[in-house]
């Protein structure tokens, strides 16, 4: 069997965004039961992991800043200089991936990763492909005209852009302004602090109380590319190469799901002979694959891997936008700090920004599908050519 065709893409996305999908919910465990399914159904060797993660991100992020906030409007120095510091530490630690204490005490739901597998368990060379299949909520923060309204005023000035903005930066640096304000007895430093530390936790709650938003272009269309290609390798099973296809859950909430994936099987992964890509968002107007991505600090992805996948598109004739980093972050973002060579492979619009981002109008009319078949056919390509034995 051939990839799938666009119509056939259209119709699993529409059924997946037909679904609630909220982060390590019953209707994320009922996508995955669904992928599971048709991954089983191409042969595949298709495993169904659950784990336990907290599934939010706007309580893990909303509430020490909430605390900084009150902190810094009371009359003691030491208080403000201390839970500013706690919070920022916390914040920052959590948009990182790193020990995320705080969400260790926040109360824990189950989460569903799908894990489907083709070629020689034993082969030397392993590609990971993965996307998650969970939904993110909406917010006012994500409203599609504030960053296109800002590239219209600024046509020349975003051209030029080549990162996106730090959405992540006032978590840390609120409550971070609100102990050094306290520190160096600045009133209008922590004044600031508190304002910034407020708003977060506002958005945050705006967030948390929001509905899901269908999630068809992000990410339903990463989750079609996998079965797409779960189809192609059942008719085309490398002979020298493991293929592991990861559906993870719980990404929305900070990529729980992939850390969980990475917890439990990465150590089985030969380092310098495993290749990651990430498929996430591509059904906007035109691919893009990252040259790095981080909410605190961005990290490059691997040049190899990019220039061998820029390489794959040129023999396809697919156009990708390949000049762009995002102050963001994705599952690809947990494979590339584990030391793997990965790759993220999205999609974004003429303003180079993923359309209809975390917001309701994500819905499966709205995607552009023959974006999303050449995701599944960059991602096969490469595959064949790892088979084949090209170094990437």
């Known amino acids: 069997m051939t990839l799938l065709g666009e119509d056939a893409l259209r119709e699993r996305v529409e059924r997946l965004a037909s679904i609630q999908r909220a982060s390590a919910s019953p209707g994320e465990r009922e996508a995955g039961e669904l992928i599971a399914e048709e991954m089983r159904s191409t042969g595949a060797r298709v495993a169904v992991e659950t784990e336990r993660v907290h599934g939010t991100y706007w309580w893990p992020i909303g509430l020490p800043c909430f605390a900084a906030a009150l902190a810094g409007l009371s009359r003691s120095r030491l208080l403000a200089l201390v839970v500013g510091a706690l919070a920022a530490a916390s914040t920052a630690e959590d948009v990182r991936a790193g020990p995320r204490f705080l969400r260790r005490l926040l109360p824990q739901h189950e989460t569903t990763n799908v894990i489907a597998e083709f070629g020689d368990p034993a082969a030397e060379n392993v590609v990971l492909v993965t996307a998650h299949h969970d939904a993110a909520h909406s917010g006012i923060v994500f409203h599609p005209e504030l960053p296109r309204a800002m590239a219209r005023r600024f046509p020349k000035l975003h051209e030029k852009q080549t990162t996106t903005p730090p959405t992540m930066w006032g978590a840390v640096f609120g409550p971070a302004f609100v102990a050094l304000g306290a520190l160096l007895g600045s009133s209008r430093l922590r004044a600031f602090g508190v304002a910034l530390s407020a708003g977060f936790a506002a958005a945050m709650t705006d967030i948390g109380v929001r509905a899901v938003t269908p999630g068809a272009n992000d990410n339903a269309t990463g989750v079609v590319t996998l079965l797409s290609l779960a189809h192609w390798l059942s008719d085309n099973p490398p002979a ?81 936008h390949d000049t762009l980093r995002f102050r963001n972050a994705t599952d690809g973002l947990i494979a590339l700090k584990a030391g793997f060579d990965a790759a993220m492979l999205g999609s974004v619009d003429e303003y180079k920004i993923p359309t209809n981002y975390h917001w309701p109008t994500d819905t499966a009319d709205r995607v552009d599908y023959s974006t999303v078949a050449d995701a599944a056919r960059l991602c096969a390509r490469a595959i064949e050519r790892v088979d084949a034995g090209s170094r990437a």
């Open 240 to 320: 020298r190469t493991r293929v592991v296809l990861v559906s993870a859950g719980s990404e929305e909430s900070f990529m729980e799901g992939m850390v969980r994936y990475a917890e439990r099987h990465y150590a089985e992964l030969p380092r310098d002979r495993t290749k990651v890509i990430c498929v996430d968002t591509v059904g906007s107007p035109k691919l893009l694959l990252l040259l790095g991505e981080g909410m605190l600090g961005i990290r490059d992805y691997s040049p190899g891997l990019f220039a061998f996948l820029m390489e794959c598109a040129g023999e396809l004739g697919i156009d990708v």
